[in-house]
C-alpha cells in the first residue's frame, strides 16, 4: 500500500514556473514507477509525465515535453515536477499516481493515487 500526497500547486501567471512534489508513505517507494497526470474541467485526466522506478527513464506527453522535468529522490520518498514556461492550458489539478504495470503512460495502469493539487496558469 502506498499513499500519495501532493504540494506545490499554485496560481501562477504565463510563462511562470512552478515545482509540484508528491510525497509518498511506506518502505516500496523503489518499487513504483511514478507518474504525473492532471484533468481539467470537463476533461478526461491526461499523462504528464512517468518516471521509471530507479529513475533512469523518463516520459513525456508532447505537449509538456522541453518545459517540464520529472525526477525522484528514492531515499525521500518523493516525486517532483518541474513545470517552467506553463501555459493557461496547462491549468489544471494536477494527480501523482503510483503504478508497478506497464504502459506507465496509460492511467489505467495505476494503482495508486494522491488527492491532487490545483495549478492555474493566468493569461
Known amino acids: 500500500q502506498v499513499q500519495l500526497v501532493e504540494s506545490g500547486g499554485g496560481l501562477v501567471q504565463a510563462g511562470g514556473s512552478l515545482r509540484l512534489s508528491c510525497a509518498a508513505s511506506?518502505?516500496?517507494?523503489?518499487?513504483?514507477?511514478m507518474g504525473w497526470f492532471r484533468q481539467a474541467p470537463g476533461k478526461e485526466r491526461e499523462f504528464v509525465a512517468a518516471?521509471?522506478?530507479?529513475?533512469?527513464?523518463?516520459y513525456y506527453a508532447d505537449s509538456v515535453k522541453g518545459r517540464f522535468t520529472i525526477s525522484r529522490d528514492n531515499a525521500k520518498n518523493t516525486v517532483n515536477l518541474q513545470m517552467n514556461s506553463l501555459k493557461p492550458e496547462d491549468t489544471a489539478v494536477y494527480y501523482c499516481?503510483?503504478?508497478?504495470?506497464?504502459?506507465?503512460?496509460?492511467?489505467?495502469?495505476?494503482?495508486?493515487w494522491g488527492q491532487g493539487t490545483q495549478v492555474s496558469v493566468s493569461s
Open positions: 499516481a503510483a503504478t508497478t504495470t506497464i504502459p506507465v503512460t496509460n492511467k489505467r495502469s495505476y494503482d495508486y
Open positions: 511506506g518502505r516500496t517507494f523503489s518499487t513504483y514507477a
Open positions: 518516471i521509471s522506478r530507479g529513475g533512469g527513464s523518463t
